[in-house]
């Protein structure tokens, strides 16, 4: 077996329909049964949401995020924690948006390398964009934004706050 890493699925938001092939598509991914516990999500009228601590594979949240990716009309996050030999990672996915990838440290602030770098500063001065703008988007903070409202859950449901770290 090889090495084992762990994380968290956020479902902020779902059809009621889309619930069971999220369900199904996760336990497909980590080769076990997973049942959600769906509470409804006030920030989309008829939508859903639900978490899941996951362990599993190293590199198992990129193949959950394509797993949830499929099913299009929901809001996600999902991520995997540093190992001692691995870095974390971070998805988040919106439909108007499409997916945001971004490697983590060991406590979950994101990791930017020299050349995602270079390539923002190359873009936002051949593109019309701010520096500022070019490295918002390298952070997530436009996913940030649009999945903020769907972070706060509803008033019986359970909380896990997710905070921006910077």
Known sequence: MGTMSRGVVFVHSTPAALCPHIEWGMGAVLGVPVHLDWTPQPAERGCLRAEYSWTG???ASATLT???RSCQ???FEVTEDAGPADQGQRYAFTPGLGIFHATTGPH???QVSEYRLRTAMATASTSGISLTEALAE????PWD???EVFRYAGEDAPVRWLHRVG
């Open 57 to 59: 594979p190293v590199g």
């Open 66 to 68: 394509s797993a949830l």
């Open 73 to 75: 009309r929901v809001r």
């Open 108 to 110: 979950g602030e994101i």
């Open 138 to 141: 390298l952070l997530g903070e």
């Open 145 to 147: 934004c649009e999945l």
